[in-house]
């Protein structure tokens, strides 16, 4: 089955650095890659995803980048505001639409 | 907000006993998905169901069973409930189980402890 790996497990930047969360993936078949913010008490939240056919996403202040043949994918959030700090998780899916999660990133922005 | 709705929010139950949660899934969506979350973990993934049928399921015992409804909401029952059973059940909706790429919305959870 598809493995997931996330790093890194926790992040701190100052508010309006840029913050970025890599993962990895192992089925060469997974071709969806959404990304999701967890604040405490909540579920996640899908915050930006990316399909195989697409390098790279932009919405505001977040992208997603992805290297199929690599097979990693990132995510970048830049000028980062306090209240980003959450727990980030990415995830593939294949055809079978079963998402796959990596173990997530704390990221705490300083003010 | 993402409109999937859990119940209960918090469940103590004793070892050896069973458990039905439930989910609504979003206005249009006809797939429900349950995941479990452990403490510091991400979700895990044990089942999915599309129009009342079970559409692919993770790595869990069949004491984890399911069901989904007419009007698409779903309930995850557990039986002979483990210590280890203790975590977040997640249920997420999307529009189709059969194709690939849909997006999943979450609903805010289900913390249960075995004790």
């Known amino acids: 089955g598809e493995n997931v790996e996330q790093h890194p497990s926790t992040l701190s930047v100052q508010e309006g650095d840029s913050a970025v969360i890599k993962c990895t993936y192992s089925?060469?078949?997974?071709?969806?890659f959404p990304w999701y913010k967890q604040e405490l008490g909540k579920g996640p939240q899908l915050i930006i995803d990316?399909?195989?056919?697409?390098g790279e996403k932009k919405d505001q202040r977040i992208a997603v980048t992805l290297n199929k043949t690599a097979k990693h994918f990132s995510l970048h959030i830049t000028e980062t505001q306090p209240e980003d700090s959450a727990v980030y998780f990415c995830?593939?899916?294949?055809?079978?639409?079963?998402?796959?999660f990596g173990t997530g990133t704390s990221l705490t922005v300083i003010p | 907000e993402t409109g999937v709705t859990q119940s209960p929010t918090h469940l103590i139950k004793t070892r050896g006993q069973q458990v039905t949660l439930r989910c609504s899934s979003q206005?249009?969506?006809?797939?429900v998905s349950w995941y479990q979350q452990a403490l510091g973990q991400g979700p895990q993934f044990i089942f999915q169901?599309?129009?009342?049928?079970?559409?692919g399921r993770g790595n869990f015992p069949p004491r984890f069973s399911g069901l989904q409804f007419p009007n698409y909401s779903s309930e995850l029952n557990v039986n002979a409930l483990e210590l280890d059973d203790s975590a977040l059940y997640l249920c997420?909706?999307?529009?189709?189980?059969?194709?690939?790429?849909?997006?999943?919305?979450f609903g805010p959870g289900t913390r249960l402890t075995v004790t």
């Open positions: 997420a909706s999307s529009l189709s189980g059969l194709a690939p790429g849909y997006e999943q919305y």
């Open positions: 089925d060469s078949a997974s071709n969806y």
């Open positions: 990316i399909r195989s056919n697409v």
């Open positions: 995830a593939a899916a294949n055809t079978g639409n079963q998402f796959y």
């Open positions: 206005s249009g969506h006809n797939t």
């Open positions: 169901y599309y129009r009342e049928e079970e559409n």
